[in-house]
Protein backbone atom coordinates (compact mmCIF):
# COMPACT_ATOMS: atom_id res chain seq x y z
CA UNK A 1 0.00 0.00 0.00
CA UNK A 2 2.26 3.03 -1.43
CA UNK A 3 -0.12 5.56 -0.32
CA UNK A 4 -0.26 8.74 -2.04
CA UNK A 5 2.23 8.68 -5.57
CA UNK A 6 2.74 11.74 -6.79
CA UNK A 7 5.10 12.52 -10.08
CA UNK A 8 7.91 14.30 -10.56
CA UNK A 9 9.14 14.75 -7.48
CA UNK A 10 11.06 17.88 -8.78
CA UNK A 11 10.02 19.99 -12.31
CA UNK A 12 11.79 22.78 -13.71
CA UNK A 13 10.52 24.64 -16.44
CA UNK A 14 11.38 27.75 -18.36
CA UNK A 15 9.11 30.53 -18.26
CA UNK A 16 5.96 29.82 -20.65
CA UNK A 17 6.39 25.97 -21.13
CA UNK A 18 3.58 23.97 -19.42
CA UNK A 19 3.73 22.02 -15.99
CA UNK A 20 1.69 19.17 -15.95
CA UNK A 21 1.94 17.58 -12.14
CA UNK A 22 0.58 13.43 -11.73
CA UNK A 23 -1.25 12.30 -8.63
CA UNK A 24 -2.42 8.86 -7.47
CA UNK A 25 -4.74 8.59 -5.07
CA UNK A 26 -4.27 6.32 -2.15
CA UNK A 27 -6.37 2.66 -3.24
CA UNK A 28 -9.83 3.24 -2.45
CA UNK A 29 -9.50 6.81 -1.94
CA UNK A 30 -12.23 9.06 -4.64
CA UNK A 31 -11.58 12.29 -3.64
CA UNK A 32 -8.50 14.00 -4.75
CA UNK A 33 -7.42 17.36 -3.61
CA UNK A 34 -4.47 19.65 -4.51
CA UNK A 35 -2.96 22.15 -2.16
CA UNK A 36 0.17 24.78 -3.19
CA UNK A 37 3.06 25.74 -0.69
CA UNK A 38 4.77 28.82 -1.23
CA UNK A 39 8.14 28.84 0.57
CA UNK A 40 7.39 29.94 4.69
CA UNK A 41 3.56 29.99 4.08
CA UNK A 42 1.08 26.98 4.98
CA UNK A 43 -0.75 25.14 2.55
CA UNK A 44 -3.52 26.85 0.53
CA UNK A 45 -6.30 24.73 -0.87
CA UNK A 46 -6.48 24.78 -4.87
CA UNK A 47 -9.09 22.25 -5.87
CA UNK A 48 -11.21 19.16 -4.66
CA UNK A 49 -12.10 16.66 -7.54
CA UNK A 50 -13.75 13.06 -7.60
CA UNK A 51 -13.56 10.84 -10.14
CA UNK A 52 -14.34 13.13 -13.56
CA UNK A 53 -15.89 15.90 -11.33
CA UNK A 54 -14.44 18.98 -10.00
CA UNK A 55 -16.37 19.66 -7.17
CA UNK A 56 -14.57 22.88 -5.64
CA UNK A 57 -12.06 24.88 -7.53
CA UNK A 58 -12.54 28.09 -5.81
CA UNK A 59 -8.47 27.99 -5.20
CA UNK A 60 -7.65 27.55 -8.20
CA UNK A 61 -6.38 30.62 -10.10
CA UNK A 62 -8.85 31.35 -13.32
CA UNK A 63 -6.35 31.77 -15.99
CA UNK A 64 -3.55 28.74 -16.74
CA UNK A 65 -4.46 26.15 -13.82
CA UNK A 66 -6.47 23.63 -14.70
CA UNK A 67 -7.04 20.05 -13.01
CA UNK A 68 -8.66 16.61 -13.87
CA UNK A 69 -9.43 13.06 -12.20
CA UNK A 70 -10.43 10.84 -14.91
CA UNK A 71 -12.47 7.45 -14.90
CA UNK A 72 -8.95 5.72 -15.30
CA UNK A 73 -5.37 7.29 -14.36
CA UNK A 74 -4.28 9.39 -12.21
CA UNK A 75 -5.64 13.12 -11.06
CA UNK A 76 -3.08 15.87 -13.72
CA UNK A 77 -2.59 19.83 -12.51
CA UNK A 78 -1.83 21.58 -15.14
CA UNK A 79 -0.31 24.80 -15.27
CA UNK A 80 -0.05 26.52 -19.01
CA UNK A 81 2.54 29.37 -19.83
CA UNK A 82 4.35 29.15 -16.09
CA UNK A 83 5.53 32.46 -14.36
CA UNK A 84 8.26 32.61 -12.23
CA UNK A 85 5.44 33.24 -9.34
CA UNK A 86 4.17 29.27 -9.99
CA UNK A 87 7.74 28.37 -8.34
CA UNK A 88 6.19 26.21 -5.50
CA UNK A 89 5.36 22.69 -3.89
CA UNK A 90 2.26 21.08 -5.29
CA UNK A 91 0.91 18.57 -2.99
CA UNK A 92 -1.96 16.05 -3.49
CA UNK A 93 -4.35 14.85 -1.08
CA UNK A 94 -6.65 12.22 -0.99
CA UNK A 95 -9.42 10.66 1.21
CA UNK A 96 -12.45 8.35 1.42
CA UNK A 97 -16.16 9.58 1.00
CA UNK A 98 -16.19 9.30 4.95
CA UNK A 99 -12.86 11.01 5.98
CA UNK A 100 -12.67 14.50 6.94
CA UNK A 101 -8.74 14.45 7.17
CA UNK A 102 -6.74 13.86 4.57
CA UNK A 103 -3.57 11.43 3.36
CA UNK A 104 -1.07 14.03 1.39
CA UNK A 105 1.35 12.49 -1.23
CA UNK A 106 5.23 13.48 -1.21
CA UNK A 107 4.52 16.74 -3.67
CA UNK A 108 5.95 17.86 -6.60
CA UNK A 109 8.22 20.73 -6.22
CA UNK A 110 7.95 23.15 -9.25
CA UNK A 111 10.93 25.26 -9.85
CA UNK A 112 10.48 27.95 -12.82
CA UNK A 113 13.40 29.59 -14.46
CA UNK B 1 -8.04 38.36 8.97
CA UNK B 2 -7.02 35.34 7.93
CA UNK B 3 -8.96 32.18 9.00
CA UNK B 4 -6.60 30.60 11.14
CA UNK B 5 -3.90 32.17 12.46
CA UNK B 6 -1.19 30.60 13.37
CA UNK B 7 2.03 31.50 15.22
CA UNK B 8 5.16 31.26 12.84
CA UNK B 9 7.68 30.66 15.57
CA UNK B 10 10.34 29.58 15.09
CA UNK B 11 10.21 28.08 18.66
CA UNK B 12 13.16 26.24 20.23
CA UNK B 13 13.01 24.06 23.17
CA UNK B 14 15.30 21.93 25.29
CA UNK B 15 15.08 18.12 24.73
CA UNK B 16 12.40 16.71 27.42
CA UNK B 17 10.38 19.87 27.61
CA UNK B 18 6.20 20.18 27.15
CA UNK B 19 6.06 22.15 23.87
CA UNK B 20 2.51 24.11 23.68
CA UNK B 21 1.78 25.01 19.98
CA UNK B 22 -1.60 26.90 19.14
CA UNK B 23 -4.14 27.84 16.77
CA UNK B 24 -7.05 30.71 16.72
CA UNK B 25 -9.92 30.58 13.90
CA UNK B 26 -12.63 32.72 13.14
CA UNK B 27 -15.08 30.60 11.41
CA UNK B 28 -17.51 28.87 14.23
CA UNK B 29 -18.69 26.86 11.26
CA UNK B 30 -15.75 24.38 11.08
CA UNK B 31 -16.49 20.93 12.86
CA UNK B 32 -13.09 19.07 12.49
CA UNK B 33 -9.70 20.01 13.73
CA UNK B 34 -6.34 18.09 12.65
CA UNK B 35 -2.62 18.62 13.48
CA UNK B 36 0.23 17.67 10.91
CA UNK B 37 3.79 17.40 10.87
CA UNK B 38 5.41 18.48 8.39
CA UNK B 39 9.68 17.80 7.52
CA UNK B 40 11.66 19.66 6.13
CA UNK B 41 11.39 19.18 2.11
CA UNK B 42 8.64 16.24 2.93
CA UNK B 43 4.89 15.68 2.83
CA UNK B 44 2.52 16.51 5.70
CA UNK B 45 1.58 13.74 7.91
CA UNK B 46 -1.86 13.65 10.39
CA UNK B 47 -0.76 13.52 13.92
CA UNK B 48 -4.22 14.16 15.49
CA UNK B 49 -7.86 14.46 14.50
CA UNK B 50 -10.34 15.46 16.75
CA UNK B 51 -13.80 15.95 15.92
CA UNK B 52 -15.60 19.34 17.77
CA UNK B 53 -14.70 20.46 21.48
CA UNK B 54 -12.35 18.45 23.59
CA UNK B 55 -9.39 16.48 24.34
CA UNK B 56 -7.53 13.75 22.67
CA UNK B 57 -4.56 11.89 24.02
CA UNK B 58 -1.78 9.49 21.60
CA UNK B 59 1.27 9.10 23.00
CA UNK B 60 3.47 11.81 24.30
CA UNK B 61 0.94 14.10 21.96
CA UNK B 62 -2.48 15.71 23.46
CA UNK B 63 -5.11 17.77 21.35
CA UNK B 64 -7.33 20.16 22.59
CA UNK B 65 -9.73 21.89 21.30
CA UNK B 66 -12.21 24.72 22.87
CA UNK B 67 -14.79 25.73 20.25
CA UNK B 68 -16.47 28.45 22.53
CA UNK B 69 -12.45 30.59 22.12
CA UNK B 70 -12.43 29.55 18.35
CA UNK B 71 -9.11 28.03 19.96
CA UNK B 72 -7.08 24.98 19.32
CA UNK B 73 -3.67 23.50 20.60
CA UNK B 74 -1.26 20.61 20.47
CA UNK B 75 0.80 19.35 23.60
CA UNK B 76 3.69 17.39 23.21
CA UNK B 77 5.32 16.29 26.23
CA UNK B 78 9.21 14.78 26.70
CA UNK B 79 9.85 16.38 23.49
CA UNK B 80 12.26 15.00 21.44
CA UNK B 81 14.66 16.11 18.96
CA UNK B 82 12.93 13.66 16.07
CA UNK B 83 9.87 16.06 16.78
CA UNK B 84 12.00 19.06 15.09
CA UNK B 85 9.47 19.73 12.01
CA UNK B 86 6.70 22.39 11.54
CA UNK B 87 3.58 21.85 12.86
CA UNK B 88 0.58 22.93 10.83
CA UNK B 89 -2.75 23.45 12.18
CA UNK B 90 -5.83 22.50 10.23
CA UNK B 91 -9.62 22.57 10.08
CA UNK B 92 -12.84 21.72 7.82
CA UNK B 93 -16.27 21.94 7.94
CA UNK B 94 -16.85 18.08 6.83
CA UNK B 95 -15.55 16.07 4.00
CA UNK B 96 -14.42 18.87 1.98
CA UNK B 97 -11.46 21.23 1.86
CA UNK B 98 -8.80 21.29 5.04
CA UNK B 99 -8.02 25.21 5.39
CA UNK B 100 -4.32 25.49 7.20
CA UNK B 101 -2.59 27.53 9.75
CA UNK B 102 0.63 29.20 8.22
CA UNK B 103 2.66 26.48 10.42
CA UNK B 104 5.23 26.93 13.53
CA UNK B 105 8.47 25.39 12.93
CA UNK B 106 9.75 23.34 16.06
CA UNK B 107 13.27 22.76 16.92
CA UNK B 108 14.10 20.28 19.88
CA UNK B 109 17.68 20.80 21.18
CA UNK B 110 19.63 17.90 22.71
Known amino acids: NAGVMQNPRHLVRRRGQEARLRCSPM?????VYWYRQLPEEGLKFMVY????????ESGMPKERFSAEFPKEGPSILRIQQVVRGDSAAYFC???????????FGPGTRLTVL | QKEVEQDPGPLSVPEGAIVSLNCTYS??????FMWYRQYSRKGPELLMY????GNKEDGRFTAQVDKSSKYISLFIRDSQPSDSATYLC??????????FGTGTRLTIIP
Open chain 1, 93 to 103: ASSTASQASHL
Open chain 1, 49 to 56: LQKENIID
Open chain 2, 50 to 53: TYSS
Open chain 2, 90 to 99: AMTFGNEKLT
Open chain 1, 27 to 31: KGHSH
Open chain 2, 27 to 32: NSAFQY
